[in-house]
């Protein structure tokens, strides 16, 4: 029954993820997430591996299913043509524009639908959008904002969702935060990235979620009832 429970309590997280895929199937420059599982064995492995103390009950008690990690989709989104100024498509698809949070904190982002706010270029949740010396963009009349634009360069190994589109840096040292130094190669002007979410895709996946729930659930019914058939006949001998 161990393995069955933690089964479900997988599908559940994995019935999360798939609906936020699919909540943002319109999102700019969204990239969708994913969710891997091992097993206990697996986790014992490496502590083994690693010399640290370890517990087993025994083999079979210890292949309750677990997630094992989260990983973001890194395939980039269809590109749509927009001919507005202020909307901009990265080419590389580790590349991001770098927005401030409002802890002061550089977010990178794939979503360049940008607006301008005050004299100030801003992203969709009015976020400054920043140049490569990491400052805020100021519209003013003559600049030319593609060539200005600030872009980074990491893996999404070293990136965790925040927000809708964007992403906060696990460690600093792995970004290239001035990665371009002609932005106007690097991006492209009234085009737009959008989510790389298919649609009919994530719904097979959360039917098949689902699915995986309710045969979990059949099951540990069905052993439940055994037991307490079981019971009944002990008590009654």
């Known amino acids: ?23 943002n199937a319109n999102t700019n420059g969204y990239k969708q997430t994913g969710l891997t599982e091992g097993t206990f064995n697996n986790y014992l492995d490496k502590a083994v591996e690693q010399n640290k103390p370890t517990s087993k009950l025994n083999v079979v008690m210890n292949n309750v299913p677990k997630l094992d990690a989260r990983f973001i989709n890194s395939e980039m989104g269809p590109m749509v043509q927009t001919a507005n100024a202020l909307d901009f498509a990265l080419k590389q698809p580790d590349t991001f524009f770098k927005v401030q949070a409002p802890n002061g904190e550089i977010h990178l982002t794939r979503d360049g639908s940008f607006k301008v706010v005050n004299d100030q270029l801003v992203n969709a949740n009015n976020y400054p959008v920043l140049d490569g010396e990491n400052e805020p963009i100021q519209v003013e009349e003559g600049v030319n904002i593609a060539a200005v634009l600030g872009i980074a360069q990491t893996t999404y190994d070293n990136l965790e969702n925040v927000g809708k589109n964007g992403f906060r840096v696990k460690e600093n040292a ?29 719904m097979v996946q959360l039917i098949d979620a689902h699915r995986r729930f309710e045969q979990a659930q059949k099951a540990i019914t069905g052993i439940g009832e055994m037991n307490s058939k079981m019971m009944d006949k002990l008590t009654a001998n």
Do not use: C, F, H
């Open 1 to 23: 029954m161990y393995p069955l429970a933690a089964g479900m309590i997988n599908q559940l997280n994995r019935v999360d993820t798939i609906s936020n895929n699919l909540a």
């Open 174 to 202: 792995l970004v290239n935060y001035n990665a371009v130094e002609d932005p106007l190669t690097a991006a492209e002007q009234g085009v737009l990235e959008k989510s790389n979410v298919n649609s009919v895709t994530a």
